[in-house]
């Protein structure tokens, strides 16, 4: 195992382990029965335990492991996401469509790096036939709305989420066979911005970010969870091809994106009167509810990587 | 029927069973929401909203294995009993119980039918809306079934049950399904109240169940 490799999965063992003692440690002091804030707190750091463990078995089945493991991210998100929406029975079709031919020939385009078609395939190909096969059924009924909400749940949950494993199809000169890391390195650093913002918001958080579109979300928790989270970003700058300057500027870019897209998916939670995505991750809600921050991240760090750091 | 074939024929319950279940989960992420009721090996009979065939399969999913094994979906005699395939599915696959709608001979009476299978201990699975409901209402009114069986067996429960999106997964005339959340929702046990009318009671058990439905269609 290569050094860098196992000093990141230590220093994961050691945060979660750490993160398990402090929740035993209040669960046991706190009064009874436990306040459901800690029950929840403890349900979240099992379920990093198998999010880590299942990321770490993905990684060392390298490029088949990612690749299968967020195509069936996209397949948890996008249901979450078109079960929310407004689906009639004319869009059967579509919808078939969505996840038995546009997940897996996104992924097939990721597999193969055949990058002029990963990045139109969805927004123009997809995007233009949707509507065409749902006007073709000749169901006009609230039609804007179905082919928006369609377009957006596969912008977001197979567009943006196949973003991460064609992080390993870019030629970083000097960093080949290591692009791994690259994903390494945007997950540890969006999900610890999340898990930073949650621990900053809840021990500082006054100041409502927007009361309107999420209420757990505060000033304190943002500055706090973003800035510490760039500075995670800099200490991580051993597995990148980044220099510890550089790579917080990158962690700021991706931890700001992936705030945003919290904050989206809050919205949309919110306009749909649902408070979670799901129920597949025990404390945490649904697989969106993990993912919504990496996925506006994803595409954004792609893009820093392959305009600065490829030939 | 010999000892070999008594198996084989568990066997291939047990393991269309567990396939099934298995199936639903992976599609549709079904899971039980026990709002009222708690699961139990009591006996039951579950009444649900009928929108799919594959209705009874997301509820027994919601089931233990153990009373997924005493549990018989009642299902429609004259569509499942048509061609032999169609019985063997229905009978030897899938355990359901088949009534005819329009019965004629006495031995056909689905009421008996049903009360013969409550009668060996085992639970059922019931549509009171009689058929599929494929109009833009939420819950069609309920046949008088669910009232009969209850003041024959008083004893057994009336667990309503909410089978949220399955409309959607799997709409009418469609064979493949569209991975759809759901969710099923058990409710407080309905019992029929002392010299309550037969109407009464099935529009008292229709409200209720309506009632378990956790995302009515917002009017916007």
């Known amino acids: 195992m290569r050094h860098d490799v196992s000093i990141l999965i230590i220093g994961l063992l050691v945060v979660l382990t750490t993160a398990s003692i402090v ?87 990721v597999w193969t790096a055949w990058y002029g078609l990963f ?75 999340d898990v930073l913002q949650y621990i900053f918001g809840k021990l500082f958080g006054k100041h409502r970010f927007s009361p309107t579109v999420s209420p757990s979300k505060t000033w304190e ?46 919205a949309i939670k919110r306009d749909q009167g649902v408070k979670d995505w799901g129920h597949l991750i025990e404390g945490h809600g649904g697989m969106m509810d993990r993912t919504d921050s990496l996925v506006f991240a994803a595409p954004i760090f792609f893009h820093i990587v392959r305009y600065f750091w490829t030939v | 029927m010999s000892k070999l074939a008594l198996k084989t024929f568990t066997l291939l319950q047990t393991v269309t069973s567990v396939g099934l279940s298995a199936l639903a989960w992976v599609v549709t992420g079904v899971r039980p929401i026990w709002n009222g009721s708690l699961p139990s090996d009591r006996q039951r009979i579950y009444f649900a909203n009928h929108t799919s065939h594959g209705d ?41 119980v088949l009534i005819n709608r329009q019965w004629t001979k006495p031995e056909e009476n689905p009421i008996e039918i049903m009360l013969s299978v409550l009668d060996q201990g085992h639970s059922l699975i019931l549509f009171p809306e009689g058929t599929r409901n494929m109009t833009e209402e939420p819950l069609l009114a309920f046949r008088s079934g669910l009232y009969n069986l209850s003041m024959a067996r008083p004893e057994v429960e009336l667990i309503p049950c909410w089978i949220e999106n399955m409309s959607r997964v799997l709409p009418k005339g469609q064979f493949l399904p569209v991975p759809l959340l759901c969710r099923v929702v058990f409710g407080a046990p309905v019992t029929v109240a002392p010299g309550e009318e037969r ?16 995302r009515p269609e917002r009017d916007d």
């Open chain 2, 199 to 214: 109407r009464a009671f099935l529009d008292r058990a229709h409200a209720t169940l309506l009632a378990l439905n956790p």
């Open chain 1, 23 to 109: 929740a035993a440690i209040l669960s046991a002091r706190a009064p009874k029965p436990l306040s459901s804030t800690l029950v929840n707190l403890t349900q979240r750091i099992n379920a990093w335990w198998v999010m880590v463990a299942l990321m770490t078995v993905a990684f060392f089945f390298g490029r088949y492991g990612m690749t299968i493991l967020f195509a069936l991210i996209s397949f948890a998100s996008l249901r979450e996401f078109v079960t929310l929406t407004h689906t009639r029975r004319s869009d059967h079709w579509v919808l078939l469509g969505m996840f038995g031919i546009i997940i897996p020939f996104q992924y097939w385009l």
């Open chain 1, 221 to 266: 928790g943002l500055i706090g969870g973003v800035v510490s989270a760039s500075l995670l970003g800099a200490l991580l700058s051993f597995v990148t091809p980044f220099s510890p300057l550089q790579a917080a500027c990158v962690a700021f870019v991706v931890c700001s994106m992936g705030f945003l897209g919290g904050l989206v998916a809050s």
């Open chain 1, 119 to 193: 990045v139109i395939f969805i927004p123009v190909y997809c995007f233009l036939l949707m509507p065409a096969i749902t006007a073709l059924h000749g169901d006009t009924e609230r039609f804007l709305e179905r082919i928006a909400a369609q377009q957006w749940a596969v912008m977001i949950s197979v567009y943006c989420v196949s973003h991460v494993p064609a992080l390993l199809t870019l030629d970083v000169p000097g960093f080949e066979g290591r692009n791994l890391l690259l994903i390494a390195f945007l997950i540890i650093v969006v999900q610890g911005s």
């Open chain 2, 56 to 96: 009874f399969i997301l509820l027994s999913a919601c089931l233990s294995e153990k009373e997924r094994a005493i549990t018989h979906a009642v299902a429609a005699g004259e569509y499942w009993g048509k061609s032999r395939l169609r019985r063997f599915i229905a009978e030897d696959m899938l355990s359901s």
